[in-house]
């Protein structure tokens, strides 16, 4: 798009009036407001002992957690292809055959017996996916370190660098790790000024389990407590325990290179693959020996650290990772250690700048341990936590790399919780919900190549299973974009997986405008859109046209069985679908008119949402709610309809809104990490501003909140961060139904604040101010030709940007 189609203007209004006065434009094609932020760092008075007290670094393909030792410094390693097993096939062909009689049992509410047979033809085989892995450890080893004192680790979230200081006889040892974009590898500064010098022994440690979950508990989150700091603390090298394939060895004088290979899992044979390369430069002696890299008496010493794997797409893995991290660190290590750093800075704010947001009077309780804050409940948190999950996102999905998945890129060992996989009936949309909003469209990119890898496995499952046209994706998927149902009839028969990934991808458009996107996106739509056209069947109570057989993800309608035909979700998912495959067949002018027509038919014919005896949001077509088992379930999959989606709102369905809070209570406020976020978000849509405050409260807590602001579930989830962070952006602002509603649910304890770099749907951008809790300011951008229809309690503008750039 040319500079002239996206030239625009902004609008401000006062706070207090209906005028709307027009702001100068600035130079630049798109305004920015420059907010100096503060306290945007993650600080510790003491070294991490456990992982969800490490800082994780990363650049969208590989990633490391930096513990901050003293005399042993851990750097946990992670490249994002790293998975068990090798490209395999996991649709059941029995599953076409069984079919009609499933479908049968399900329209006769025979449902234990439906999912019986489901359970013995419809699953996937193997049942379970593979889950993704770890790189191993690195080790610097500094024996005869002598710690006196002065110790302080941080992440400073605009530059992306994690530091650790400490004192030692004659001087200080400072530690730089960042995971560098433009270079490709894990970069380490090692300095001692003074008379202090650096001797240390650098050793890999090849992947293992992860270390058994630690859950927080009320109040204890910190280190201060006497005797809980091991400033000594080492962990065990074993050489004579490594598994058959790794090796070790000297590659040069200064540099050690592994190899390895990754693990069979659920009878797939391990088919990766890797490399590690370490290489050292600097002053003093250093020395590769066996499985050894040796510093001596050095006073600066930079690490760079490649990582590679054989994997080159879903269907091959026979790349060459020893060539790859050969290359890469023989490139990096000759290049001197500030341009690595202010080549790596750079690539970093030019995604992280676009965004500030401060949210209260909180500059005092910026200081401080970020323990101490979450335990204390620091005013400042929320906009930390927001401009946390911008930094996790571009660390784990960008350029390159896969999408962010439940740990987004980091994991400690071969069995990660629920094989850190990609969970899509909730879990990686939830990855996705800020990052349009939050300006950080380019971490798309990974999300939309998986879907366009899925689509095409997808296919393969639709056709084999179902003998449908199209593609399907049901509620897990791993690297090898696995589509098939698994773990169980009772979590894997919900074929909507694929269909909620497009509703997705398409927040992404709807905020760009980006027409490039609109074309890789139509045939991912249309596919999806096409295997419900040959899958929807009639309801036998003629209520329209219905999934089945299908689920209500993972939650009971009756005890022990899930499986039904047409729950709320998936005709919210469908609604959703089948009207942006309509828009996009119209903005790409496909020519298929029958296409087009069997899915505005389709659409209307789908059952509406439903309010059942208790008055509540039903769940299921039937109204089973206040029968089903687990009345506080986690899931709240019936409200996808509130958010993310805006089909109820309170606008144009206040009764449905209703019914839908009355779910909302019963299923409580605190739950799971992630489904509290959800929580959240959808008090937040409903214009509840205190209530979604307080569950914000409950999510940033100890309970909810590991010392690194890591989400707990527990087990840790990054999903929770980024719904964490979308519920406090739909807090501030919304922009669903065709306007942008400003602070529609402002809660009094952010009585002032400001906000800058927002992106809206419709492709505008906004930054706006507040005091006393009433709007102070507004600047607002916009494609040329386009309307932004503004709402600020009750006043509604319209503004129009012309061809022109001009508003009226």
């Not at 420059?34 to 760092?41: E, W």
């Not at 087009?596 to 059952?607: F, N, T």
């Not at 040329?784 to 709402?791: F, L, M, T």
């Amino acid at each position: 798009m040319t500079n002239a189609s996206r030239r625009i203007r902004r609008r401000t209004f006062l706070a207090g009036t209906s005028a709307c006065v027009a702001v100068r434009p600035a130079s630049s094609a798109i305004w920015q407001e420059r907010i100096s932020d503060s306290g945007l760092a993650l600080c510790y008075d003491w070294p991490a002992d456990r992982w969800v007290e490490a800082l994780p670094v990363g650049n969208g393909r590989i990633a490391a957690m930096v513990y901050g030792r003293v005399r042993q410094e851990r750097l946990q390693l992670n490249e994002g292809t790293l998975w068990a097993g090798s490209p395999y096939d996991p649709a059941n062909p029995d599953a076409l055959e069984a079919l009609p009689e499933v479908r049968r049992l399900v329209a006769e509410e025979r449902f234990k017996e439906a999912m019986d047979l489901a359970s013995r033809t419809m699953m996937a085989k193997p049942l379970s996916q593979q889950p993704y892995g770890s790189a191993g450890d690195v080790f610097l080893d500094f024996s005869d370190q002598n710690y006196t004192g002065g110790y302080h680790r941080s992440l400073d979230l605009t530059t992306a660098i994690a530091q650790t200081r400490l004192q030692v006889p004659g001087g200080v040892i400072s530690r730089e790790v960042f995971v560098s974009e433009p270079d490709q590898v894990i970069v380490v500064r090692l300095i001692a000024s003074g008379s202090a010098k650096l001797s240390c022994d650098i050793r890999y440690r090849h992947p293992k389990d992860a270390v058994a979950e630690w859950r927080p508990k009320d109040g204890i989150v910190t280190r201060e407590h006497a005797g809980l700091v091991d400033w000594d603390q080492r962990e065990d090298i074993a050489r004579d325990n490594r598994p058959s394939g790794l090796a070790v060895a000297a590659d040069g004088p200064k540099a050690l290179l592994v190899t390895g290979r990754n693990v069979e899992t659920a009878g797939i044979p391990a088919g990766l693959h890797y490399a590690v390369r370490i290489a050292a430069g600097g002053d003093g002696q250093i020395l590769a020996h066996d499985d050894v890299l040796s510093v001596r008496d050095a006073h600066v010493v930079t690490l760079v650290i490649a990582l590679a794997t054989s994997f080159v797409s879903p269907a091959r893995v026979d790349a060459d990772p020893v060539a790859a991290v050969r290359q890469t660190c023989d490139a990096a290590i000759v290049k001197r250690y500030t341009a690595l750093r202010q080549d790596h800075v750079a690539a970093h704010r030019r995604l992280f700048d676009r965004f500030s947001i401060k949210l209260g009077r909180s500059a005092a309780d910026e200081r401080g341990t970020i323990d101490r804050r979450i335990v204390r409940g620091a005013e400042s948190l929320p906009a930390l936590y927001v401009q946390y999950a911008r930094y996790l996102m571009i660390s784990s999905s960008r350029g390159t790399g896969q999408p962010a998945n439940l740990q987004g890129i980091w994991n400690e060992g071969v069995n990660p919780p629920w094989g850190s996989k990609y969970t899509i009936n909730i879990n990686t949309q939830m990855n996705y919900w800020p990052v349009a909003s939050l300006n950080l469209g380019e971490c798309y990119e990974p999300l939309i190549r998986m879907v366009e890898e899925l689509a095409l496995t997808g296919a393969h499952t639709a056709k084999v299973m179902y003998g449908a046209r199209g593609w399907v994706a049901h509620h897990n998927t791993d690297l090898w974009r696995a589509s098939a149902p698994v773990d169980g009839p009772f979590w894997g028969l919900w074929p909507m997986g694929g269909a909620w990934l497009c509703n997705a991808l398409w927040d992404y458009y709807d905020h760009s405008r980006d027409r490039v996107v609109l074309n890789r996106l139509y045939p991912l739509l249309k596919g999806a859109s096409q295997f419900f056209l040959d899958t929807l069947i009639e309801d036998p109570k003629g209520r329209g046209l219905v999934t089945s057989p299908s689920l209500s993800p993972e939650n009971a309608h009756h005890a022990d069985v899930s499986i039904c035909a047409g729950p709320a979700m998936d005709r919210q998912i469908l609604r959703d679908l089948f009207a942006r495959t309509l828009e996009a067949h119209t903005m790409v002018k496909d020519p298929d008119g029958e296409f087009y027509a069997a899915v505005a038919a389709a659409r209307a014919r789908l059952p509406e949402d439903r309010i059942g005896g208790q008055g509540q949001l039903q769940e299921w077509l039937e109204d089973w709610d206040a029968g089903a088992p687990e009345q506080n379930h986690r899931h709240v999959s019936h409200l996808y309809g509130v958010y993310p989606s805006g089909q109820i709102n309170v606008r144009d369905t206040p009764a449905l809104i209703a019914a839908a809070k009355v779910s909302l209570n019963t299923r409580g406020d605190l739950s799971t990490g992630w489904a509290t976020a959800w929580r959240l978000c959808l008090w937040a849509r409903m214009g509840e501003g205190e209530r979604a405050y307080r569950i914000l409260q409950g999510l940033l807590g100890p309970q909810r909140t590991y010392p690194n602001l890591f989400d707990a579930h527990p087990p840790f989830q990054i999903d929770g961060n980024f719904g964490g962070s979308a519920g406090i952006l739909e807090m501030i602002v919304q922009s669903w139904g065709g306007e942008v509603r400003i602070l529609p649910a402002l809660p009094k304890a952010w009585s002032e604040g400001h906000v800058a770099g927002l992106k809206l749907r419709g492709g505008g951008e906004l930054s706006l101010r507040w005091k006393n809790g009433a709007l102070t300011s507004l600047r607002l951008s916009g494609p040329a030709g386009s309307d932004i229809r503004v709402r600020y309690r009750d006043t509604l503008k319209v503004l129009h940007f012309d061809a022109h750039g001009r508003t009226s």
